[in-house]
Nanobody
Framework: VQLQASGGGLVQAGGSLGLSCAAS????????TAWFRQAPGKEREFVAA????????YYADSVQGRFTISRDNAKNTQYLQMNSLKLEDTAVYYC?????????????????WGQGTQVTVSS
C-alpha cells in the first residue's frame, strides 16, 4: 500500500490550503482514513478522520469548524481542506489508512502512513 500526500506549502495566517492523499495497493473504499500532524518538538497529533463511506467525520477540537476532511472513493483519494489557518497549524501533515472501516482518533488504528507534507503558516 502506498499513500502519496501532496498540497502542502507556505500560506499566510488566515489563508487556506488543500491537501490530497492518493492511495494505491488495496481497496481504498473499505477503510477509514485520517490526517495527523506533527510540529517540531511535539508528538504526532490527530487532526481529522473519516469513515469508509464518508458518512462519519471526526475532528480535533483545535481544527473543528476550520478544516474539512473528505474522500472520493472513485479516485482512491482523501482530502483535507484547511481554512482560517493559524500559526499553530504549522506542521508536517500525514495521511493514514485504518485497519477497519471506521474513522478513529488514535494512531494505533492506522496501519499505513503517507510520507508527510509540510504546511507552514506565516504571520
Amino acid at each position: 500500500v502506498q499513500l502519496q500526500a501532496s498540497g502542502g506549502g507556505l500560506v499566510q495566517a488566515g489563508g487556506s490550503l488543500g491537501l490530497s492523499c492518493a492511495a494505491s495497493g488495496r481497496t481504498f473504499s473499505r477503510y477509514g482514513t485520517a490526517w495527523f500532524r506533527q510540529a517540531p518538538g511535539k508528538e504526532r497529533e490527530f487532526v481529522a478522520a473519516i469513515s469508509w463511506g464518508g458518512a462519519n467525520t471526526y475532528y480535533a477540537d483545535s481544527v473543528q469548524g476550520r478544516f474539512t476532511i473528505s474522500r472520493d472513493n472513485a479516485k482512491n483519494t482523501q482530502y483535507l481542506q484547511m481554512n482560517s489557518l493559524k500559526l499553530e497549524d504549522t506542521a508536517v501533515y500525514y495521511c493514514a489508512q485504518s485497519s477497519t472501516g471506521r474513522g478513529a482518533r488514535t494512531p494505533d488504528e492506522y496501519v499505513f502512513w503517507g510520507q508527510g507534507t509540510q504546511v507552514t503558516v506565516s504571520s
